[in-house]
């Protein structure tokens, strides 16, 4: 059964870092590229990082360049978001995301940035 379970999020102070983890289970085909999403208050899911497997390309909504990286362990099948330099618009829940034939979703978690 196919499983992606996110984790890392937390209160933040404008300015601060977090890393968001998202493991990955129960695939038996290969996995296309997988994504971070975010999901502010009020608003709709946006992609902000995306990783390709098989080019090893990744690509960044602009408000997250310079301050976002996406990254993958092979070794732990897991999935990452170092999120440095966060802001206040920062704030919602994040999902990971892998694309197969079909697209599979884990639950989120919650990042909150506030003084």
């Known amino acids: 059964q196919v499983q992606l379970v996110e984790s890392g999020g937390g209160l933040v102070q404008p300015g601060g870092s977090l890393r968001l983890s998202c493991a990955a289970s129960?695939?038996?085909?290969?996995?296309?590229?997988m994504s971070w999403y975010h999901q502010a208050p009020g608003k709709e899911r946006e992609l902000v990082a995306l990783?390709?497997?098989?080019?090893?390309?990744?690509d960044y909504a602009d408000s997250v360049k310079g301050r976002f990286t996406i990254s993958f362990d092979n070794a732990k099948n897991t999935m990452y978001l170092q999120m440095n330099n966060l802001q206040p618009d920062d704030t919602g829940v994040y999902y990971c995301?892998?694309?197969?034939?079909?697209?599979?979703w884990g639950k989120g978690t919650l990042v909150t940035v506030s003084s």
């Open positions: 990783i390709t497997f098989a080019s090893a390309n990744t």
């Open positions: 995301s892998a694309q197969l034939l079909l697209k599979y």
């Open positions: 129960g695939f038996s085909t290969r996995i296309h590229s």
